[in-house]
């Protein structure tokens, strides 16, 4: 079968596994859910597999790191695994939304540089990207310094149809769902700030 | 729940030691860019000295129900010549299809039109959906192999184009399944062509082609043999130019005519390279008008370049033919190729219409369309007509030169037809 559609059919039952409210279905249940997602994703309309409208959409296969999130979610959403919160869990995301910010405006026209060209002679696109899973290896997520090296894996295998790093390790879903919770942390960080220092200090003294 | 294949206190080891080796390995093998020269297609005039002045023309579609546009030819290893379209009920529709024709120069004569690639096979041949398809492009390798490229939209209008390509090694009898290139990081959308391949030494295509998605700028890719991207560079940035049409003038240089799509006074653009299309200079404005639509331009000489455009400020119904230097700053109109009965381009009662455009259409061909031409003015309404009146168009034009002195044209004639005219140095040069 061809490796491109059994991406998108994972891709799309992932995604519509990740919408569902599973409630308190048992687990059993879930691996159900999820496989007959999966079945579905091949089933042909108007000569074309369901899984071939999403893979249109997404202009065709995700980045390695969003593929890796993808399965991290339907994991966690499986066996209900919790998910560390604060700076170990953001730093990830905030490498992809700050290397998003830098890639999709300059590459849809606004600069006269193309930051896209990079990846063609990724040298520094790697050297950031081990540094990158070095640094969230210290910081204690193993599972986004595998991500990264999975990608920069991929990229030598040549496992996508593109000789361009940035192919491999970022697209437009990850970028966003980065940002978006990047910027809802961010926020909730300095709301809580202003509102500590807000807080009236109450003074003792000493008798 | 917690996972433990690793005993914790070696995972952070193990994982560091991995990321060195792999991000090593990665790096020791990445690829190398190697700037390659181009392929100077050197004009070699005086093959026949006195060969008198020659200028044909006909029509390479024969199909009267569609709209037909964005003709693009190239010559093919055996010497004849091939022609592509697309063509369907509207530009956009679904029933367009990709059409081919072939010319034999001995005969001077097209073949039959065939569909060369539709929707449905291109989104069964790429495991995605497919609304349409657009601009397709035919070149022919140093090596002999015939590329074609075109657009295919999955989402939104043409600012959702994706480009597909199809190899074939047989001179153009069969072709590869389409596959897509990969040329931008957001969804992969919004990369269309419209101008002429050019060649590496390395074996590499230059593809000049234009980004539309919230801007509109010229970009030229360069693909290996397998069809993979393997550079890309911007020709300029921003919202008003697009449609590159590439002249290489030395192993190193090139020129770009590009469609002026912005605002102001509307002036053809132009970009230079000295690097073998891995930097551009910053478009300037020529002295000749553009009135956003797309333009072709050949090598003429050594010191000349022929382009081919609508020199209006404004609609399309006007096409000539001029001679520029080799950094396109001087231009001398040379022949106007076809035009509206009325120099402003006004509309035309449709009374009068009719019997002007029966005209074009019978100079326009030799003797073999002569038995649509009732059909063809039966069907003017819908297309050429509005109730202000009708008028004249003739656009998106596709030079080549052959290996000889001839030059092949083609071009959308009124909408409704795909125009080849062929004509040769001496006739050009009569007109100096």
């Known amino acids: 079968m061809n490796p491109s559609l059994l991406c998108a059919a994972f891709t799309f039952a992932a995604f519509f596994y990740l919408l569902l409210p599973l409630g308190r279905l048992a687990l059993g249940g879930r691996l159900a859910v999820f496989t007959a997602l999966f079945a579905l994703s ?58 998003g910010l830098v890639l999709y405006p300059a590459t849809l026209g606004l600069s006269s540089l193309d930051p896209y060209r990079f ?89 | 729940m917690e996972i433990n294949f690793i005993p914790s206190r070696y995972r952070k080891p193990l994982l560091a030691l991995t990321t060195v080796i792999v991000f090593t390995v990665a790096y020791w093998l990445k690829p190398e860019y190697s700037q390659a020269k181009f392929i100077v297609d050197r004009p070699v005039f005086s093959q026949v000295p006195e060969a008198p002045p020659y200028f044909e023309s006909d029509f390479v579609s024969v199909t009267l129900d569609q709209y037909v546009h964005a003709a693009s030819i190239t010559r093919l ?65 140093p090596d002999g192999r015939v590329w074609v490229f075109y657009v295919s939209v999955s989402v939104g209008g043409w600012a959702g184009s994706a480009i597909n390509y199809m190899v074939s090694d047989d001179d153009g009898r069969s072709w590869s399944k389409p596959k897509q290139l990969r040329t931008t990081p957001f969804f992969n959308i919004s990369t269309l062509v419209r101008g002429q391949p050019v060649f590496h030494q390395d074996g590499t295509i230059g593809l000049p082609v234009y980004h539309e998605f919230m801007g509109k700028f010229p970009e030229y890719l360069r693909i290996d043999q397998q069809g993979q991207v393997i550079d890309k560079t911007r020709m300029h940035y921003g919202r008003d130019s697009l449609q590159p049409s590439m002249v290489v003038l030395s192993e190193t240089e090139a020129v770009s005519v590009l469609r002026y799509a912005g605002d102001g006074p509307r002036r053809v653009l132009v970009s230079q390279t000295q690097q073998t299309g891995e930097g551009w200079s910053m478009p300037r404005a020529t002295p000749v008008p553009n009135p956003n639509s797309g333009l072709t331009a050949v090598r003429y000489n050594d010191d000349e370049i022929l382009v081919v455009l609508n020199d209006l400020e404004s609609n399309r119904y006007r096409l000539s033919l001029y001679l520029a230097n080799r950094d396109l700053s001087q231009w001398k109109l040379i022949k106007v190729l076809e035009e509206s009965p009325d120099p402003m381009g006004r509309w035309i009662p449709r009374d009068q219409y009719k019997g002007l455009i029966n005209k074009q259409f019978l100079e326009s061909d030799d003797d073999s369309h002569q038995h649509l031409v009732q059909d063809f003015l039966a069907r003017l309404d819908k297309r050429m007509c509005e109730t202000e009146g009708c008028n004249f168009i003739y656009d998106y034009p596709y030079i080549i030169r052959d290996d000889a002195d001839n030059f092949h044209l083609i071009y959308t004639w009124n909408k409704s037809m795909i125009k080849h005219v062929e004509f040769n140095k001496n006739w050009l040069e009569q007109y100096r």
């Open chain 2, 77 to 141: 290893p055996s010497g004849e010549f091939m022609a592509v379209w697309f063509g369907g009920s509207r530009e956009g529709a679904r029933d367009v299809n990709i059409y081919s024709a072939r010319f034999d120069p001995e005969l001077k004569e097209w073949g039959a039109n065939r569909v060369l690639v539709d929707r449905a096979y291109t989104e069964q041949s790429l495991s995605r959906m497919v609304r349409k398809l657009g601009n397709p492009v035919i070149g022919t390798a």
């Open chain 1, 42 to 99: 091949f089933v042909p309309h108007d000569g074309l597999a369901l899984a071939g409208y999403l893979r249109g959409v997404f202009g065709g296969e995700l980045a390695i790191p969003t593929l890796v999130l993808l399965v991290w979610g339907c994991l966690r959403q499986t066996f209900a695994w919790t998910v560390t919160e604060g700076v170990q869990r953001m730093a990830p995301l905030c490498f992809f939304a700050v290397l």
């Open chain 1, 119 to 207: 990846g063609f002679e990724p040298g520094l696109l790697l050297l950031v990207s081990a540094a990158g899973a070095l640094a969230f290896c210290f910081l204690g997520n193993c599972v986004a310094s595998l991500t990264l090296v999975l990608t920069g894996l991929a990229f030598m295998l040549g496992i996508k149809n593109s000789q361009n790093y940035w192919d491999y390790l970022i697209d437009p879903l990850l970028f966003v769902y980065s940002l978006v919770v990047v910027l809802r942390w961010l926020s909730g960080e300095v709301w809580a700030w202003f509102r500590a220092a807000r807080r009236p200090v109450l003074v003792t003294s000493e008798a």
